[in-house]
Every structure is written in C-alpha cells, then in structure tokens.
C-alpha cells in the first residue's frame, strides 16, 4: 500500500466490494459457454444436428434451475435479465388477470425499480390500481399487512425477497401462503436472494419468481422467470413461439448454459461461499457501527444476505463517499439516489422512515467468495478517513 493523503490509503491493486451490483464469471462458466460459442452454434429451434446439440445446452440449464428451485423445467423461461423477468411476471400478470376484472395490485414500498417503476406503469398508463404494502423499519414486510390488503380484485403481490440495498430478507413463506389461500398470485423478485438461499418454490407457495445470471458468477444478459404451471401470462414477445409462447426470440445458447453452470456451482458451493461471506459481513458491521461516529446499520441484524452489509451515516452525501472510495481503491455503492446525477434519496431509505439528516449518506458493501480478510481489513482501516474527509467536504 502506498500513502494517498490526507489519511487515505492506495491499495496496491483495487478492492472489489460491490458483488450485489455484479460478479465476475466463474472460469468454470466460461469454459462451458465457448463451445456455444464455436462448434456448438446451432440454433435450438433448428432440427438438424447442430440445433440438437445447441438445444440440448439449452434443456440441460432448464434442468439445473429447475431442480434448484424444486420447479419443474417447464415452468423454467429465459430472459435477457432479472429486469425483463420482472417485467413479464407483473405486466403479463396484470394484463391476463385484468381482463378477468382483477385490477388491483400490490407491491412492497422496497421493490427494485424493475418491479415499482411496472407497477407504476401500470397504474399510471393502464388504469390499475396500485397499493404500497408499508414495510418496518428494517425493512420488512408485515405478512399481515398483505393478508389486509387483498382484495376481491387483487390481481397480483409482489415482494422482493431479499433487498438488494439494504440486504433484508422477506418472509416469502408466510406471504406466500396468504395469497395461495385468497387465490391472488404471487411474485417474488429474487435476483438477490438465488445466489445465497436455498429457495423451494412448491413450499413457499410462489407463483412468479425472478432471477438473472450476473449476480451469482454467470454472464450479463441473460435471466429466467419461474412460472408455475397453470399460471396464464400475457406474452411478452410474439413471434417464433419459443418458452411457452411467452418470450419469442433466437435463444442466446451460450449465456442460457453459463447461467445453468453458474447456478449448479452456486447450489454446490453455497454453504461454503455463505460461510466466508458471513463472516467478512460481520466483521464489517462490527466494525462500522462501533468505530464510526453518526452510523447506523440499514437492514435486518438477522435476516440479511449473509454477504450484505450497508450503512448510512448522517449529515453525509453517498456518492460523493463512493467516489472517495473508489479514489483510495475500493469499489463499493450508494443507494442515496435513484440514479447518478438525482439528489433524490433512495425509495428503500425513505420507506425505512429515516430522518432526512440519515437519507443521503448510504453505503452499500457487498463481499464475493474472492474476497479476502486483508481486503476487508485494508477497507476499514480506510474507511474512517475517508468519511471524515467527505464529512468536511460537506
């Protein structure tokens, strides 16, 4: 390490703490998406010998996600991303049960975007009625709540299942039940969640789950909606007919087979992975909320991602601590804007029920399974400083 100033440090070689926004491929990954890539090019719907062998990378990553949400592969779609599942889950949800006269739907007040701006689409655009289940104060929300909320018409819940801000996991179980008991569907945004929790879709009652690729070791662009069967959607694509009729499109062969050699090394090796991140999430919580002043831990204790730690810290702007990290050579984020550039706070933050001097100041840290001690000790030595520096900055 070398001195940066101003009690900075510089790492040797940048700290990548920022696994919830993205993660590397695994080699493993890599190495089973080339042949699709090369010999193995064909296209699935092709009934010739090459589209054979491309199919059959294709079924075989049904499978594998499949089994690992105890669903069966035909209730498996691929999509280009988390975002496009979630999109077909709530708009082909609302738009078949809307004209069955089921217009109302409700979403948690901690959605990603990819779900709360759809919704509000479709309120806005399309004349259902949307409702905003509150959440605790560590985010959470109350099963009860739900069950209040649904209505005759309810066409559709949707909670994430865990945030990708503040790291909370919902109890999906419970709400599951209560809309499997009233007949309501049920989405779950799980793009977070499938990396590190073991997820049984037959047990938790769910109907609509979404995942993508990039954030347990497998490449950008490519994702899966779980549709149990049964369950009617509006397609979100017309043409050729592939997935069921509801996502037409050439498959994207290599990218749908890393995504299965991505999930079966995180079925595999999840225990491990979860151990080494809980216990680099934990000396960062510990550390944070105990040597720095004006900090608070967001999220639950508890029920969290177990690679998951944010904070924020008052009278302090996110990004601009963000862009001081990324200065002294670690990666990490904000959720104090919607976006870069927006001085609005975070949605998440603001259902939290913070005060407005905590709203800004978030910091997102977020561990791999390459992450290692002396990154994380390297991080917390750093750290102090560099919040006292953007606290002068104002």
């Known amino acids: 390490m070398s001195n940066f100033g101003d009690g900075f440090v510089k790492m040797n070689r940048r700290v990548y703490l920022d696994y919830a926004a993205t993660t590397p491929v695994d080699a493993a990954v890599l190495e089973c998406m080339l042949p699709f890539f090369k010999e193995n090019f064909g296209n699935p719907s092709s009934t010739h010998y090459y589209g054979q062998q491309a199919e059959a990378g294709v079924e075989q990553a049904r499978e594998i996600l499949a ?131 073991d997820i049984d879709v037959a047990a938790d009652n769910i109907d609509l789950l979404s995942i993508g690729a990039h954030k347990l070791y497998g490449p950008k662009g490519v994702g899966a909606l779980f549709v149990r069967h049964g369950v009617d959607l509006l397609p979100s694509q017309t043409g050729g007919g592939q997935e069921n009729d509801l996502r037409a499109g050439t498959y994207n062969v290599p990218y749908i087979a890393g995504f299965g050699k991505a999930v079966q090394l995180a079925v595999e090796n999840r225990s491990a992975r979860n151990q080494h991140a809980r216990a680099l999430r934990d000396r960062i919580i510990h550390q944070v909320v105990n040597a720095i002043p004006e900090a608070r831990l967001t999220g639950h204790i508890q029920n969290r991602l177990p690679n998951h730690a944010s904070f924020t810290f008052s009278n302090l702007d996110g990004n601009r601590l963000v862009m001081m990290l990324d200065m002294a050579g670690f990666a990490c984020s904000s959720g104090s804007a919607c976006k870069v550039g927006d001085a609005k706070p975070s949605d998440v933050l603001m259902a939290l029920g913070l005060t407005s001097e905590w709203l800004m100041g978030s910091l997102r840290v977020t561990v791999g399974k390459e992450t290692s001690e002396e990154e994380v000790d390297a991080f917390l030595n750093v750290l102090p400083g560099v919040i006292e520096k953007t606290r002068r900055l104002g």
């Open 67 to 197: 089994k690992s949400l105890n669903a069966q592969p035909r209730e498996i779609v691929f999509t280009a991303c988390g975002t496009e599942s979630d999109n077909l889950a709530l708009r082909g949800a609302a738009m078949k049960r809307g004209q069955q006269g089921c217009r109302h739907i409700l979403i948690s007040a901690t959605e990603h975007h990819a779900v709360l701006r759809t919704a509000e689409q479709l309120g806005r655009d399309y004349g259902f009625a949307l409702e905003i289940l509150p959440v605790d104060s560590d985010g959470r929300v109350d099963p009860d709540s739900v069950r209040t909320r649904i209505r005759p018409d309810t066409a559709l819940v949707s909670v994430i299942y865990a945030n990708n801000e503040i790291g909370t996991i919902n109890p999906i179980a419970e709400i599951g039940a209560i809309c499997r008991q009233t007949g309501v569907w049920f989405h779950t945004d799980a793009v977070q969640a499938a990396a590190h929790l």
